[in-house]
């Protein structure tokens, strides 16, 4: 069988990517209301982060806001939901099941090795595109998620974000409706 590298690792200087992975990176919270000529209390949090804006348009510079989901290892996703430390939870996770989160494999590059690691759709952020650029050079090497499994990313965030809740569904072919 054939084996498909997940990840390769690319030098700090290299072009961001969609599926590049950024470990801690600062995120700007806001605290309160906004209010128009108000300044606005923050917090700054940091999370790793990875890159899901469109590879071609943080090339061509399209973008003044890169769009980015923090990841969590499995293991530690598992002690904030305990239903992620069983079996039945981590296959819900592989199989693509709980449409907010996405599962992506193990780093096994030497000194780069990383436990599975969930991707978490339901909280999204924009980050500067000039501060990622200049955070990211003060990487020596970063992690970057390969194809096809960039794409299969990228298709889970579509699916949970393109979600439509319908007012009224059809009945089940059960229901007396149908007979």
């Not at 999370?47 to 804006?53: A, E, G």
């Not at 348009?57 to 399209?62: I, P, R």
């Not at 530690?76 to 430390?85: D, I, M, P, R, T």
């Not at 970063?142 to 059809?170: N, T, W």
Request: aromatic share 12%; proline share 6%; hydrophobic share 40%.
């Amino acid at each position: 069988m054939t084996e498909y590298l997940w990840y390769e690792i690319v030098d700090g200087k290299d072009p961001i990517e969609q599926g590049d992975l950024v470990n801690s990176c600062p995120i700007i919270i806001p605290l309160s209301d906004i209010e128009e000529g108000e300044r606005v209390a923050a917090d700054v949090e940091e999370y790793d982060i990875v890159v899901m804006s469109q590879s071609c348009d943080l090339e061509h510079e399209n973008v003044d806001l890169v769009l980015v989901c923090p990841f969590i290892p499995l293991n530690e996703f598992g002690k904030l939901n305990s239903f992620y430390n069983g079996k039945t939870g981590k296959e819900a996770l592989r199989r693509g099941y709980s449409p907010g989160f996405h599962l992506l494999n193990k780093c096994e590059i030497e000194g780069h090795e990383t436990d599975f690691l969930v991707v978490d759709f339901r909280n999204v952020y924009g980050v500067p595109f000039d501060f990622l650029k200049g955070r990211i050079r003060e990487m020596e090497e970063r992690i970057r998620l390969l194809s096809p499994y960039r794409e299969h990313l990228s298709q889970a965030f579509a699916r949970f974000f393109m979600r439509v809740g319908l007012p009224a569904d059809i009945p089940k072919f059960a229901d007396k409706i149908w007979r």
